[in-house]
């Protein structure tokens, strides 16, 4: 039962393009929700959050959208660095505890 | 330190023998998880400590894997019998407040059971 779902296992984008990374969740209790960056060979590292009393939270090139009718949120990148060449993974969790449940993630490859 | 330091951060075993991973979290965050990577999937998640309360050890593929904590501090995740489908990098992470700053992970020990 994959309760946090991403969809596109990679995604190409050219430097300087907006890269859109999309997640699903069938969970309606879920509240919180996070993006994490991950390089081989290292941890992940945190990157962007969203509460689910928003819809929309920004941090620089870093833009979380969150639909809660649909159950999907979004990230997008933009301007697009090579730099940002990475698996990128949503995460959500409940009210009532700290675990946060793990989409597959999605390998963005931006390009020069 | 820093950071979360997991140790070792590889190691082959033979199919059948026990192995311990060892995380040693943030100094003063309350909260350490324990997630695994198999190839190609996502991060799935094993056991969490929070404070003093019991853990939550919902995720634990069986009774061959267990987990302590001890203080409060440094955890380590046992593997009895190691099989090959243990075969995966394991990622520990800590946090202080998880709205404010997520979690932390650590570079995770990579399992080879062969």
């Known amino acids: 039962d994959q309760q946090v779902k991403q969809n596109s296992p990679s995604l190409s984008v050219q430097e300087g393009r907006i890269s859109i990374l999309n997640c699903d969740y069938t969970n309606s209790m879920f509240d919180y929700f996070l993006w994490y960056k991950k390089y081989p060979a290292e941890g992940p590292t945190f990157l962007i959050s969203?509460?689910?009393?928003?819809d929309k939270n920004e941090d620089g090139r870093f833009t979380v959208f969150l639909n809660k009718s649909a159950k999907h949120l979004s990230l997008h990148i933009v301007p697009s660095q090579p730099g940002d060449s990475a698996v990128y993974f949503c995460?959500?969790?409940?009210?009532?505890?700290?675990?946060?449940?793990f989409g597959t993630g999605t390998r963005l490859q931006v390009f020069p | 330190g820093a950071g979360v330091s997991q140790s070792p951060s590889n190691k082959v075993t033979e199919k059948g023998k026990d192995v311990e991973l060892r995380c040693d979290p943030i100094s003063g965050h309350t909260a350490l998880y324990w997630y695994r990577q198999s190839l190609g999937q996502g991060l799935e998640f094993l056991i969490y400590f929070q404070g003093n309360s019991a853990p939550d050890k919902s995720g634990l593929p069986s009774d061959r894997f267990s987990a302590e904590r001890t203080g409060g501090s440094v955890s380590t995740l046992t593997i009895q019998r190691t099989q090959q489908e243990d075969s995966a990098v394991y990622l520990c992470?800590?946090?202080?407040?998880?709205?404010?700053?997520?979690?932390?992970f650590g570079s995770g020990t990579r399992l080879t059971v062969v």
């Open positions: 995460a959500a969790s409940t009210y009532n505890t700290d675990k946060l449940i």
């Open positions: 969203i509460s689910s009393i928003k």
């Open positions: 992470a800590s946090s202080l407040n998880r709205d404010r700053d997520g979690y932390t």
